[in-house]
């Protein structure tokens, strides 16, 4: 979709409905807002949507607290703007509402996008669905102001691991340096957005790294938690960002991987890695990502047989990729 089909279109209709992806992290908050935040200084009718809870340390941004986790409200014409998924399947369970309006316009940078929309603006060189909003801004000539512009910023910033992975281009920076002109303390967004915890967390993570496993042939490290140790903390899922990456990081170490067991008898996995594309592992167990971020659920299994599984697809991907070879973890 063209920037005059968007323009087209937005023209045509009043109603506008933001929806963003289960577990929503920075990129699918700080976006979700932004575009909200533009489109209504357009006059337009917005309404914002996520399946799940917006994780309390976002509470600060602008507009937190109109997400809507009802999908849809009473259905009536007008466009639907999915941010930051790859597929339907991120909505949980708003999917099945979204198909029952037309005009889906699919936003998003992952390169497993399955370009479900009926309209599809899908940049995969993007660092973050927050710059392709912001390009959209540009391009529309809609007012940046101080509130889209922190949203944005939290957008970039979150997906770049604040500006440290390798998907941060001087575009991204160009992109950060016009949001900082608009008044953005990136002092005050780190506090908030990836500094502090809660006393839950850290005790979370002592737990998780009690479960540290290093892999004897294969550069992989991996370490778990169950559902039932979050409620002894009163913690949540959120909590748990991050936590992944003690294990990616060791030296030597190539791929972290972070199993969480819920109370359903699920285990979400979550793949970090330093440079093999773990968006493919992820996507043999019906998942997908980024090439160095990357999840999938193991449905009903749970525990060992789910974590032996995942290891077993890892060591197997790493065995074709460099047969004969293997690294040892200092
Ligand atoms: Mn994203």
Same mark, same amino acid.
């Given at each position: 979709m063209n920037s005059q089909e968007l323009s087209k279109l937005l023209n045509k209709h009043n109603n506008i409905y933001i929806l963003t992806h289960t577990?929503? &992290?920075g990129d699918a908050i700080g976006s979700a807002l932004a575009w909200g935040t533009v489109l209504r200084h357009?006059?337009?009718k917005v309404?914002?949507?996520c399946p799940g809870v917006i994780p309390r340390k976002y509470n600060f941004l602008p507009g937190a607290s109109e997400f809507e986790h009802i999908f849809p409200p009473a259905p009536s014409p007008g466009i639907v703007f999915v941010l930051d998924c790859g597929d339907l399947e991120r909505l949980d369970y708003m999917s099945q509402g979204v198909g029952e309006i037309e005009n889906i316009v699919n936003i998003d940078h992952h390169a497993t996008n399955l370009l479900f929309g009926d309209f599809n603006i899908v940049d995969t060189s993007a660092a973050a669905t927050g710059?392709?909003?912001?390009r959209l801004i540009i391009e529309q000539e809609l007012p940046l102001d101080y509130e889209a512009s922190i949203c944005l910023y939290v957008a970039i910033?979150? &997906?770049t691991g604040s500006f440290k992975y390798g998907n941060t281009t001087a575009q991204t920076l160009r992109i950060t340096a016009t949001l900082l002109e608009k008044g953005v303390d990136p002092a005050l967004v780190s506090q908030k957005i990836f500094d502090e915890y809660p006393q839950s967390t850290i005790h979370l993570l002592r737990e998780a790294l009690t479960t540290l496993q290093i892999d004897e042939t294969f550069p992989i490290a991996w370490m778990n938690l169950h559902e039932d140790t979050l409620d002894t903390y009163g913690a949540k899922a959120e909590e748990l960002e991050g936590f992944v990456n003690y294990a990616k990081n060791i030296y030597g170490v190539e791929i972290g991987i972070f199993f969480y067991h819920t109370l359903k008898g699920e285990t979400k996995v979550g793949f970090r890695s330093?440079?093999?594309d773990v968006s493919s592992i992820a996507g043999l167990f019906g998942g997908g990502g980024h090439p160095r971020a990357?999840?999938?659920t193991i449905k009903y299994q749970e525990g060992p047989d789910a974590i032996r599984l995942v290891i077993e697809a890892v060591r197997k991907t790493l065995q074709e990729k460099k047969p004969n070879t293997t690294v040892k973890c200092e």
């Open positions: 577990l929503p &992290d357009l006059g337009k309404r914002i949507f710059e392709i909003i912001y910033a979150s &997906d330093k440079s093999v990357a999840g999938c």
